[in-house]
């Protein structure tokens, strides 16, 4: 499975996915979890944070509003709320 993670310049899990500027991608088996890119977005288009992810099955952020986890939802991507850890790799692991 594909996963985006929303981090900030720290590499930290941030607060919340509407205020995503950065998307770690990685891609995660039964085994192994495998980091495959960065992306960086500018948030100057509409639905910005669809448009970055809409290849992954699933999102990782502090918090998602009601709205953004619905849409996500009707493209199939399943919307996680992590809030025990900041390490993206730990939050992976946990699904």
């Known amino acids: 499975?594909?996963?985006?993670?929303?981090?900030?310049?720290?590499?930290?899990?941030?607060?919340?996915?509407?205020?995503?500027?950065?998307?770690?991608?990685?891609s995660k088996d039964s085994e192994e979890i495998t980091f495959i890119e960065s992306r960086v977005t500018d948030g100057n288009h509409e639905n910005h944070i669809i448009e970055d992810i809409k290849d992954c099955d699933v999102v990782i952020s502090g918090k998602i509003g009601r709205g953004m986890v619905e849409s996500l939802r009707g493209l199939g991507i399943k919307a996680i709320i992590e809030t025990t850890t900041l390490n993206p790799v730990k939050a992976i692991a946990k699904i």
């Not at 499975?1 to 205020?19: F, P, Q, R, T």
């Open 1 to 26: 499975m594909k996963v985006a993670v929303s981090v900030n310049s720290n590499e930290e899990i941030i607060s919340h996915l509407g205020k995503a500027k950065i998307f770690y991608i990685f």
